[in-house]
């Protein structure tokens, strides 16, 4: 299984950037999807989570209303649009698989591939 993010890159607060996740290996559809993030200094934070065919949807209290994660099982990709972030949104930004059995995992231990990660920075 291999999870390549990209779109990372330098935004200013209040603008907008959509990350994008390519999945191969397995059966994207098989297995909800999440976005998490780690800023400089500080562990890994849950940040958004999707279900296996995208009807169910988790999101920090820190993105909510702002963010908005997304899939397409036909292309194995999954999204994040980041919409007006804060500079403390600023970060490496990584995509994961869950592991088989969980629906809507929050937490990290409940995801086994992660991708590389891709760095956002938000300028204020």
């Known amino acids: 299984v291999q999870l390549v993010e990209s779109g990372g890159g330098l935004v200013q607060a209040g603008g907008s950037l959509s990350l994008s996740c390519a999945a191969s290996g397995g059966t994207f559809s098989n297995y909800a999807m999440g976005w998490f993030r780690q800023a400089p200094g500080k562990g890994q934070e849950f940040v958004a989570a999707i279900s296996r065919v995208g009807d169910s949807i988790e999101y920090a209290d820190s993105v909510k209303g702002r963010f908005t994660i997304s899939r397409d099982n036909a292309k194995n990709t999954l999204y994040l649009q980041m919409n007006s972030p804060k500079p403390e949104a600023t970060a490496v930004y990584y995509c994961?698989?869950?592991?088989?059995?969980?629906?809507?995992?929050?937490?990290?231990?409940?995801?086994?591939?992660w991708g590389q990660g891709t760095q956002v920075t938000v300028s204020s």
């Open positions: 994961a698989r869950a592991k088989s059995y969980v629906r809507l995992p929050t937490t990290r231990w409940n995801y086994d591939y």
